[in-house]
């Protein structure tokens, strides 16, 4: 039997630890990006917004936000809760870390959620959604949202396994 540090310890808490850190790396990029590039990404949600590259369905155009104020706001807010969302997990990791996993496991879950939630709630069922943007060729982040939605989950999923060590402690 294996006796490293990482056998006795159990190599379910250490990938709990580094999938946390990688969404906690991408949350943080992103936002990085976001603040630094802020134009780019700004357009972007103008652009979902104002529905201004759909199908142009009268049924659904009612929907459209054309006020760049509201645009802006709205864009901003998503930064503010990716930078939370970065810090919380990034928190969450170190806990890992400190192999406090009663601690780790709040964390971690409740910065997973946020991501959960903004790429789920937020940009597949709103912004793909509400604001249709499915059918836009140019201004369509569906794919994206998606993948980081899955990642996000299932990294979720494995901060919640029973691992030996959270076994005997909860």
Known sequence: ????????????????????????????LVAFGNIT???TNQQFVRHVLAMDTTFKDEDLMWRAITSTGLQDTAYVLII???TVAA????YGTW???????????????????MVLLLFGA????????WFSMWQSKSWNGLDAATR???FSGLVLVVNHLPSKQSDSTT
């Open 80 to 82: 503010v809760w990716e």
């Open 1 to 28: 039997m294996a006796t490293s540090s990482t056998s006795r310890r159990g190599a379910l808490p250490l990938a709990a630890a580094l999938l946390t850190a990688s969404v906690a790396l991408y949350m943080a």
């Open 148 to 150: 980081v939605f899955l």
């Open 95 to 113: 806990l890992w870390a400190r192999r406090d996993q009663q601690q780790a496991r709040r964390m971690s879950t409740y910065g997973l959620l």
């Open 37 to 39: 590039d802020f134009g």
């Open 122 to 129: 937020g940009f597949i069922a709103i912004g793909g959604e």
């Open 87 to 90: 810090l919380v997990l990034i």
